[in-house]
Structure formats: structure tokens, C-alpha cells
């Protein structure tokens, strides 16, 4: 029977699986060890006071149930563990005040703590009977060992959904702008290639404004970096709170601003532009300063994506805001 086990749980340690399964697959062989009629894994939240059956195997009619919670303070398992006696085959006698274990008549039981790598305890595994059986040192010998290897996989997972979530959040911040919070030139680029990509094959065109803040540097100059970077905050939740869905709204750095979307109607482009112009211009409250905005340069083009890709798109975009921005100071120096 020991050589069949350890086969087994080299087999089942080879392959690559999720911690339940895991689990599973070691409390069926715990069953084959003991003979008990239940064997179980449980997590025990000893801030709440609470143990929960994670995983349970039921070869019988005494059934342990999945997701069960109890007060910590009335199981078998903290009587075993506060007076480390981690087996009794005649439990009514030996712990005659839990009542659950009356309840489902649990005459043998057999436990481990479930230790984690830094001494933290996770909960018990464990195997209980209403039939007698003697001790076993086997079964003992098998059960620490499930028990050390479910608390191996445990930090194993945990370890991978930490770098998970790590490698989430720098992807995160890899493309978002640190200041605005909005996508960053990197992330306009690729989410420029995509929308275009999507519009191409609706056969749609697709907006793509350039936007440069006419003088940014007086704003810094004048009431301090810490206004400037505020206005820039507020530009961009500007923007952001009139583009919906699939929408592209970016930084590109300093004091220019991407937005795209794709075309709905032949007469947007104008309406576009027009909205753009009204969101950005304006009062604004920086840092304790009063500022009324007059405007910036837009450059705003429609673009087929079978005739002009994403960069060729920026680039058009940029050299329409730079033909707007000389209109605009022509129209200043004449008024």
C-alpha cells in the first residue's frame, strides 16, 4: 500500500493542477490509508473564530459538508491541536462536550495542523469514522506528509498570484501616465493600432484628435508647478467624462493630449472638434489660483484605417494642430 501511494503522489505532484485538485486527489488517498469514512481539509480564521470545511471526501453515510463553518472554540480539531493529541478512537468519551461530533457519531478521529513556511497556521486535515480503528503510525506518517505538501502548494499559490498581481500592476503603470492617471504615449499607440484595426474591418472611419495646451508654460510660470500639474489632472478628466467606450484618451507627454474614436455619422468631425474645444476651455480652481482658460490647439482628422495607419494618423494629426495653433495666434495678435 505505501509503494501504491507514493507512486501516486509522485504522479500527481508531477503534473501541473490547481490546489482543489490537489487536494482532492490526496484525501482519496488518505481515505485508501485510514479506511476512515471521511477525510477533509479545513481553514480555521482564528480572528473570527471559525473553521470551514474547504474539501472533503465522503465514502459513506457520514457526510462532512463542504463550505461548513463552525466556531472554532467547538471543534474536534481544537481540542486535538490545544492538547496536541491528534488521534482518539473513542471520541464520545474522550471530547463528550462537542457536540457536532455526537451529532454525525464520530467514534475515530485523526488530525494535523496545517503549518504554513512561516509558521502561520492555515487550519487542520484530517480523517474521522463512526467505525472504531486502531492507530496507525502509517496513517500518521501520511497524513503530515498531505499536510506539508498542501501547505507547500498553498505558499505556491499564493507566491504565483502575487507575481500576478505584480506583474498586473507594472504592466498597469508601464501604460498609464503617472500624473493624469490616463493612457500613456505607449498605451495611445497601441490602442490607436486596435481601434483601427476594429474600424477596418467595420468599414468605419475613425476620429483622431491632437491637442496642445496654448500656454502651459505661463500657467507653471505664473502660479507654480503644482497648479500647472492640477491643470493638467483636470484636462484630462475633461476629456475622459465626454469619451465613452472603446474611446482612446491620452497623454502624450507635457502639455499635448490624444483622443480618438471611431466615426458614427459623416458630419461628426466638426461636432467633434467643436465639444473638445468647449471641454478644455473654461474656469478652473488650481491649487488655491482662479484661472479662466481660453482654449487650446486642436488638430482633428478623419482617417480611413485602409488608407493611413495609427503613427501616419498621429503624425497628420499633429501637423493639423500646428496649422490651428497659427490660426489661433493670428487671430490673438489681430484682435
Given at each position: 500500500?505505501?509503494?501504491?501511494i507514493l507512486?501516486?503522489?509522485s504522479q500527481?505532484?508531477?503534473t ?5 485538485s ?7 488517498m ?7 469514512e471521511?477525510?477533509y ?10 473553521q ?18 463552525v466556531?472554532?472554540?467547538d471543534?474536534?480539531?481544537k481540542r486535538?491541536v490545544?492538547?496536541?493529541?491528534y ?17 454525525l ?19 487542520t ?25 498542501i ?5 505556491k499559490e ?27 504615449r ?7 493600432d ?28 505664473v502660479?507654480?508647478h ?9 484636462v ?17 507627454g ?15 468631425k ?9 471641454q478644455?476651455?473654461g ?31 498621429i ?14 495666434q ?5 484682435s
Amino acid at each position: 500500500m505505501s509503494d501504491i501511494i507514493l507512486a501516486r503522489v509522485s504522479q500527481t505532484l508531477a503534473t501541473e493542477q490547481t490546489l482543489e485538485s490537489l487536494v482532492r486527489q490526496l484525501l482519496e488517498m488518505l481515505e485508501m490509508v485510514t479506511n476512515m469514512e471521511s477525510t477533509y481539509l479545513t481553514r480555521v480564521d482564528t480572528g473570527a473564530r471559525l473553521q470551514q470545511i474547504v474539501y472533503a471526501r465522503n465514502s459513506s453515510e457520514m457526510q462532512i459538508p463542504e463550505g461548513f463553518t463552525v466556531p472554532w472554540d467547538d471543534t474536534l480539531c481544537k481540542r486535538a491541536v490545544d492538547e496536541e493529541h491528534y488521534f482518539s478512537n473513542d471520541v464520545p468519551a474522550r471530547w463528550p462536550e462537542c457536540q457536532a461530533a455526537q451529532q454525525l457519531g464520530i467514534n475515530t478521529f485523526f488530525t494535523t495542523p496545517v503549518h504554513l513556511a512561516d509558521g502561520s497556521f492555515y487550519g487542520t486535515l484530517c480523517a474521522s469514522s463512526r467505525d472504531v480503528h486502531n492507530f496507525s503510525i502509517n496513517s500518521e506518517h501520511v497524513l503530515q506528509l498531505f499536510a506539508s505538501l498542501i501547505a507547500r502548494y498553498i505558499e505556491k499559490e499564493s507566491l504565483v498570484e502575487q507575481l500576478r498581481e505584480a506583474n498586473a500592476a507594472l504592466i498597469a503603470h508601464s501604460y498609464t501616465d503617472s500624473l493624469t492617471g490616463l493612457a500613456n504615449r505607449r498605451a495611445v499607440y497601441e490602442q490607436l493600432d486596435a481601434l483601427f484595426a476594429h474600424s477596418g474591418k467595420n468599414r468605419s472611419r475613425v476620429l483622431v484628435a491632437f491637442i496642445d495646451l496654448d500656454d502651459f508654460k505661463e500657467i507653471n510660470d505664473v502660479h507654480g508647478h503644482q497648479a500647472g500639474d492640477e491643470f493638467l489632472i483636470q484636462v484630462g478628466q475633461r476629456l475622459s467624462s465626454v469619451m465613452t467606450g472603446e474611446d482612446i484618451v491620452g497623454r502624450l507627454g507635457g502639455d499635448e493630449f490624444l483622443v480618438a474614436c471611431e466615426m458614427t455619422s459623416s458630419g461628426q468631425k466638426q461636432s467633434f472638434i467643436e465639444l473638445l474645444r468647449r471641454q478644455i476651455s473654461g474656469h478652473y480652481l488650481l491649487a488655491g489660483h482662479s484661472l479662466h482658460y481660453p482654449g487650446a490647439s486642436i488638430g482633428a482628422i478623419d482617417v480611413n484605417p485602409a488608407e493611413m495607419d495609427a503613427e501616419s494618423a498621429i503624425q497628420a494629426a499633429d501637423a493639423a494642430m500646428y496649422l490651428d495653433k497659427k490660426a489661433r495666434q493670428r487671430m490673438s495678435v489681430a484682435s
